[in-house]
């Protein structure tokens, strides 16, 4: 009997351990969409990364109220691996404040299920005209902003009384459109500033009120900041099999937001040839040409040196040549 509880006690001390490393794997566990109006689908993506070293399999995700869906899109994860659990959450389907628990389960490397939950309160009597303030492609270093109409019936003294965001590099502002005895009108502004980096950044807006059934709100923010320096496109070349003393020619587009010029093309001369225009332009083709002088494979880089900055752009070169 001793030896059964041991084992018990032992077995339930790997459970236990198991439990707290799949956990881990979640880089959150809850999300409020807060103030919704009826028929929005409301979406967010849990990211799920394997931080063990042991291959993971997800046998399912189950949820508390038909009103919320979840799918998995990769269930099979290698160590360093990631996925995403989708979660949809219909808001016809409720009334109120709700709160929805998705159940997800691993059978690999241990059997454990760790939850997630979404939440919302449906306000009929609150509607947006975005769910979010989307200031699409922005030139680097340059000014943006976005707009969202808030309505609210009902509530003839409705107010915005503080808005704000996450980042010092937005400023969000709330001004009356117009006020009736029917309905509150509010337009919303969101305005980045210069000076974010290259690449796409998320952060949220919040806003306070003096209802009793809204007193806050939030509106997620999204940009993606173009690079001011010209890029190359393919990022990376592979030509096809090349026999020995023939020529393949592949095109590179190298483009900038304003005119700039190709001084210099470097890479293997023996085997690569480059053709370029040297007039300022805010679009280079770049001509390059594989000659293989013996069979073998080829690993190499061209190097597209430009006026408007110092380090060149770099391209990986592959081929193989028989």
Known sequence: MRNFVYCTLLLCGLTLQAHAEAEKFFSERSKDFGAVTFGQFMVHKF??????????????????????????AKRFLRPGESTELTTTMDTSRFIGYKQVTVYVSFSAPYREEVSVVVSATRNDRFSKSAEEFSLGKVPYGKEASSTVMVTVRGEPNFQITRAGSE??????????????????????????????????????????????TTPTFRLPLRVEILSGAPTATPSEISFDVTKVGEEKTLRILVKGEKPFKITEVRGQADV???????????????????????????????EVQVDSQAAPIIIPVHGQAE
Request: aromatic residues 6%; glycine residues 4%; proline residues 3%.
């Open 167 to 212: 980042t010092d590099y937005v400023n969000t502002t709330a001004k009356l459109v117009r006020r009736d005895t029917s309905e509150v009108v509010y337009e919303l502004v969101s305005t980045m500033k210069p000076g974010l980096d290259a690449g796409i950044w998320t952060t949220t807006t919040y806003f306070v009120t003096n209802s009793t």
């Open 47 to 72: 990211t799920i990364t394997n931080t063990s070293n042991q291959n993971v399999q997800i046998e399912s995700a189950r949820v508390s109220c038909g009103c919320v869906s979840a799918t998995i």
């Open 272 to 302: 690569l040839k480059s053709e370029y225009s040297k007039e300022p332009k805010t679009t280079h083709v770049v001509n390059l040409t594989y000659r293989p002088q013996k069979a073998g494979v080829l690993n190499s880089r061209v």
